[in-house]
């Protein structure tokens, strides 16, 4: 179902994409069919892309921020930080026996010395039975090459020291530059560099003896004098370019750049920054490696293919690096293009190793260049790999390569994991595809049988021709997958990367333990040629530390919901893990990204908590219509994958005409948006009004406008736009009184037609306008209302001349919410819509008390809640009223009320909260909060009096004569208003109704 979502989502109709399966059981290259992959494990061909081009065969920052939780000394150990870094100081003192000289001549072009000793100690209790180095001075340029003999000492082999450290001084060039790695263990290290630092003396009291050299004792000391100075003083490794064609100088470009783009990646120290930089781009600059005059095509192709996939790897690490120069970065990648043209032509079409060793770099370099159809391709190519399969895990191309037939099957494997490994870094969790039940593991099981019995693949073998490898020896070599190089250099290294995603029960992680006669933790890092890379360094997790992290990862909610534009996912994305056993694990970082679609996450990573659960919500961007894809995933486990689509923001408004008075008016306009961040404006006002809460807005808001008094007593008109919403404002005219009679106040449950009448002068304009749509100004002087079919009552309204008549009308199906307020009470079904609102939960769980006064505590809590629509809002912590304590109840409703200049309080420092409110105060508290005036505000009202009782005198004069207009209120009788009277709950609840909850 997933699969099939992802499809349709991505693509209705996948476009056609085939791709050759060749080898059949018999393993001839020949015998081919087409496989369709034009969808491939449910998802459309064209939806693998490029996500993450900053990752090519390891997210970099991810990387980093694992090693940094290791203890330092073991990330130096398994990412090869550069022991000449710091190597200042002074080194433990050495001693030699029987140390001897011999020179010898190179015929036409250098001079070699080779130095033995058939014993080394150091001053730190380090004792070797041999040691030895050789000192190589090319005639023509003065080079000179130091290369100590370490493969020779067991000791230096088994701590993980390459074959030869050699070190390349010119007295022209600018620093020494040095091919291997020293010993990781202290002692080792300590000795080299003493050697380095003692190396005049050395020679100079050694045994001395030339043959046939012109080279004497007193040149090499000088000239071990200057190398020693040069190398301390700058210990950073270059490599300089080739350009003469030398295979050999190619490799050894080839292993630099496996062993410090690795360190560049997990530590990125300032040794591997400078070694990259300047050795990639003076390669570049040299136009290196394009010319090989003594390799024919296919050798040539391979040798490049050799090099290129280390070099785009560590290229795709540092290509961002501030140190890389626009320049630099140009010309490097022009000439890796170049390359890549000379070497990936013929072997593309390969259906065997050689084709997924091509295809495996151009998957890399395409993540780098964000080529998204070449990127399918190597998805594509990993998907035909293990369509050629057979049952059993081998490979039959491979396999009847006679004595080479396990290291073609390893090297197959190695390249598809390569392609299984980018597919990750970008979000797709391939390391676990499966055809047919034919996966990597399987393929690694096979190569893990076979070095236990090999007679598992002779037959595949012998079916081979002596042609198919270079030698053609019957019996199947496993000399290469028993032990580890000296140099790190071994064939299943590039398992790391498979293994760092998997628990330990995995075959790939057995095959440390089974297959090796040096435990690779002491071998470590392993340069893996499969995958052109330190693979230790590269895909190593700390888990290896730790534990393996193994259980169920599950996603929980929050897929294939709807997500409104500019805002966030109604439901956030939600993820469990649980161990083997089922119980829920706390404190998992689970990393959540963003693969597709425009939208954000506001952190890259979680802890799921005391119950497994991890959550992250997604913002959206603006594309309407979109799609998002986002990957929740912990290392090792299968990723969890969210879609989700992006609705465009749309807006309505709750009503379509305004009426104001001719007088000067305050009103306000709802707009209502389907994202919280959701971002309009309002426009178009004329001179005569005025927009008060401003012109630009998110969400969902209210727009108050005021009017100026209208100076002609004929109507005016005006359209504004908010939203996109065009709304006709219309003002009565000015200097009119106007007598408007009907049409009361509560609509038939079933429907009805209200009339009303307006007498005023002729000559004064006026319009009329109804909201919401269940009302409709029918003629000049009728409204039809529809009737009510909903089991709630509702409410609306009629604006006659800027005078509102509030409506409010039954449901035909509506039932009691309290116990004493029966459908027969008058102030029913504005106490109902109250506690439908979630304003008011009664004085009791059943009751309302409809006939009590409202005191001023209860009456803060009526308006926060109608104003704000919660009881969950920020308030000030110091009280502003003595009498209102951070214990009272009240306290947050009364500070919020008060912090929005709702009231003043009924002294300069009291609120008074257990006064009962009179309907003097409640009229000051209602309008202030509805037109957003603080109590010194001023606001447009009607300056002759509406009742007897309330003159212009009164001081709640202003707030009475406003709430008559608003049509909050007839009064207590016809012709008074009763302002020190108090407010019962049930005025309160028709009074918050009619103010709030009415557009």
């Known amino acids: 179902m997933i699969a099939l979502l992802a499809a349709l989502l991505f693509s209705p109709a996948p476009a056609q994409h085939t791709a050759a399966v060749c080898g059949g059981d018999n393993g001839d290259p020949l015998n081919c069919y087409n496989l369709d992959t034009s969808i491939i494990v449910g998802r459309p061909f064209e939806a693998y892309r490029v996500t993450n081009p900053g990752a090519v065969l390891t997210d970099p920052v991810y990387r980093r921020t694992l090693i940094a939780a290791l203890d330092k000394q073991d990330s130096q150990r398994i990412c090869g930080a550069n022991p000449f870094a710091g190597v200042g100081g002074l080194q433990p003192s050495v001693t030699l026996k029987n140390v001897a000289i011999r020179a010898t001549e190179v015929p036409g072009s250098a001079d ?61 060039a600018t620093r020494i530059l040095a091919e291997g790695y020293l010993p990781y263990e202290r002692k080792y290290r300590r000795l080299f560099l003493s050697v380095i630092q003692n190396l005049p003396a050395i020679l100079a009291n050694s045994n001395f003896t030339a043959q046939g050299s012109t080279w004497s004792q007193s040149e090499l000391i000088a000239q071990a004098t200057l190398f020693r100075d040069r190398f301390f003083a700058d210990p950073t490794p270059i490599l300089a370019p080739d350009t003469t064609g030398d295979a050999s100088a190619a490799l050894e470009f080839a292993d630099f750049l ?110 780098i260049m964000q080529d998204h159809a070449t990127f399918a391709l190597g998805v594509q190519r990993l998907w035909v790999g293990l369509n050629q399969m057979r049952g059993d895990g081998s490979f039959p191309i491979e396999t009847r390569r006679r004595a080479c037939a396990l290291r073609y099957q390893n090297v197959a494997t190695g390249h598809l994991v390569t392609l299984a490994e980018l597919a990750t870094t970008q979000g797709y969790d391939l390391m676990s595809l499966s055809s047919y039940g034919k996966d990597l593991t399987l393929a690694i099981q096979f190569i893990l049988d076979s070095i236990a019995d090999s007679s598992r693949l002779q037959n595949y073998a012998n079916a081979g021709s002596p042609q198919e490898c270079e030698s053609s020896a019957a019996t199947v070599d496993l000399s ?19 293994a760092a995603r998997l628990p330990f029960a995995n075959p790939a992680v057995v095959w440390r333990n089974r297959t090796l006669n040096v435990p690779l933790a002491d071998a470590r890092p392993l340069l893996s040629p499969a995958t052109g890379a330190n693979a230790t360094c590269l895909s190593m997790l700390a888990m290896e530390f730790t534990g393996a992290l193994s259980g169920q990862f599950a996603k929980i909610a929050g897929d294939n919901q709807d997500v409104p534009a500019y805002s966030s996912t109604p439901i956030p994305l939600t993820v469990q893990f649980r161990d083997r056993f089922n119980n829920p694990v706390a404190g998992v970082v689970v990393r959540f990204r963003v693969v597709d679609g425009n939208a954000a996450v506001p952190r890259p990573t979680t802890l799921t908590d005391s119950n497994g659960f991890a959550s992250m919500p997604v913002t959206a961007g603006p594309a309407p219509g979109g799609y998002i894809i986002v990957f ?135 319009s009329a306008s109804a909201a919401p749509d269940w009302l409709t100004i029918a003629s000049p002087s009728t409204v039809t209302a529809a009737a009510n079919t909903g089991s709630s009552p509702r409410t609306g309204s009629i604006n006659v001349a800027g005078f509102i008549t509030p409506l409010i009308q039954p449901s035909l199906t509506g039932a009691p919410v309290f116990t004493d307020v029966p459908a027969t009470h008058p102030f029913y079904d504005y106490i109902t819509l109250l506690k439908q609102s979630r304003i008011t939960a009664g004085c009791t769980a059943s009751t309302y008390c409809p006939d009590d006064a409202t005191t001023r505590g209860q009456m803060a809590v009526f308006l926060i809640r109608a104003l704000l629509g919660t009881d969950t809002f920020p308030y000030p912590s110091t009280p502003f009223f003595t009498d209102v304590l951070p214990s009272d109840a009240f306290f947050p409703y009364i500070q919020k009320l008060r912090d929005l200049g709702v009231t003043g309080g009924c002294a300069t420092s009291r609120y008074c909260p257990d006064d009962p409110v009179t309907r003097g105060q409640m009229a000051a508290f209602l309008v202030r909060a509805r037109l957003s005036v603080a109590p010194a505000g001023a606001f447009p009202f009607v300056l002759a009096p509406y009742f007897e009782d309330a003159p212009t005198t009164h001081p709640f004069f202003s707030y009475i004569q406003k709430m008559r207009q608003l049509g909050i209120t007839m009064g207590c009788t016809t012709a008074a208003y009763c302002p020190d009277a108090p407010t019962t709950r049930g005025q309160m609840a028709a009074f918050l109704v009619r103010a709030f909850l009415t557009p």
Request: proline share 6%.
């Open 632 to 766: 929740a995933q912990i290392d090792g486990l299968p990723v969890q994958e969210f879609h989700l689509n992006t609705v465009a923001c749309a807006y309505t408004a709750n009503r379509a005409k305004l009426t104001l008075a001719g007088g000067g008016d305050l009103a306000g306009i709802g707009i209502a948006a389907n994202g919280s961040a959701c971002p309009w404006t309002a426009s178009g006002a004329p001179s005569w009004l005025h927009f008060l809460t401003g012109t630009s807005y998110t969400g969902g808001s209210t727009v108050r406008v005021q009017a100026d008094p209208n100076p002609q007593q004929s109507l005016r008109t005006a359209s504004i736009t908010l939203a996109g919403i065009p709304i006709t404002v219309s003002q009565s005219g000015g200097g009119c009184s106007y007598s408007i009679m009907g049409p009361g106040s509560v609509v038939n449950a079933a429907g009805a037609t209200l009339a009303f009448t307006v007498a005023t002068d002729p000559a004064c304009g006026w």
């Open 112 to 172: 070699v010395a080779t130095l033995s000793s058939g014993e080394i100690a150091t001053s730190d209790a380090l004792i070797l039975g041999y040691f030895g180095f050789q000192f190589r001075r090319d005639r023509a340029s003065q080079t000179l090459s130091i290369n100590f003999l370490a493969a020779d000492v067991p000791e230096l082999r088994n701590a993980g020291l390459t074959p030869g450290v050699k070190f390349t001084y010119s007295p022209a």
């Open 480 to 498: 290469s997958f028993t032990t580890a190089s000296p140099n790190g250099t071994y064939l299943g290294a590039y398992m790391e990367h498979y």
């Open 258 to 367: 496996m062993r410090y783009g690795a360190e560049y990646t997990a530590l990125r120290t300032a040794n591997a920054t400078t070694a990259l930089t300047a050795t990639i781009t003076s390669w570049a600059r040299a136009g290196a490696l394009l010319s090989f005059p003594n390799l024919d095509p296919a050798s040539r192709d391979l040798l490049l293919m050799q090099v290129l996939k280390p070099l785009v790897i560590a290229w795709g690490a540092i290509r961002n690096d501030p140190v890389i120069t626009a320049f630099d970065r140009q010309a490097v990648e022009a000439w890796i293009g170049n390359l890549m043209a000379v070497a990936l032509s013929a072997p593309l079409q390969s259906p065997d190793s050689s084709g997924y060793f091509a295809e495996s770099i151009r998957m890399a370099w395409a993540i």
